[in-house]
């Protein structure tokens, strides 16, 4: 969309929206560390378990589940930051709260629900997304 005087949000919002998805940002940078730290702790632990006799498989299968899923929740967080990181390009570029499927403004409620989205609710209602 060009910059024209028809988008849908003033500086001021954006602004706003810029603000909401720094702190969000921070918020998912902390906790992906946290799992990353509880990551790398499970594994110090493996190391010790494992040289002792009465480790049971149980733990062994719990262990390996629980890594599992750290590993899973990293990658989510790592793409939640990536999709903010593109929705604060898109503030710069003023492309930021147009949906990218129909080139509509997309809401302010659903911005401030979903700050990071690409795509408005008509947009994931007609089927034209499946993400976000």
């Known amino acids: 969309?060009?910059?024209?005087?028809?988008y849908p949000f003033t500086e001021e919002e954006l602004k706003h929206f810029k603000k909401v998805l720094l702190e969000k940002r921070?918020?998912?940078a902390?906790?992906?560390e946290e799992v990353r730290n509880a990551q790398t702790n499970?594994?110090?632990a493996d190391d010790a378990d494992?040289?002792?006799?009465?480790?049971h498989m149980a733990d062994v299968g719990s262990e390996e589940q629980e890594?599992?899923?750290?590993?899973?929740?990293?990658e989510r967080v790592r793409e939640?930051?990536?999709?903010?990181?593109h929705a604060l390009e898109r503030i710069e570029n003023k492309t930021y709260g147009i949906c990218q499927a129909t080139g509509k403004p997309i809401s302010k409620e659903r911005l401030e629900a979903v700050p990071h989205t690409r795509y408005s609710i008509e947009a994931k209602q007609k089927g034209l997304?499946?993400?976000?």
């Open 67 to 74: 890594s599992e899923m750290n590993y899973l929740q990293i």
């Open 50 to 55: 494992y040289s002792s006799l009465a480790h």
């Open 80 to 85: 939640y930051i990536i999709h903010i990181n």
């Open 1 to 6: 969309m060009s910059h024209t005087s028809r």
């Open 26 to 28: 921070n918020d998912a």
């Open 129 to 132: 997304v499946k993400d976000q």
């Open 42 to 44: 499970l594994g110090e």
């Open 30 to 32: 902390e906790r992906l």
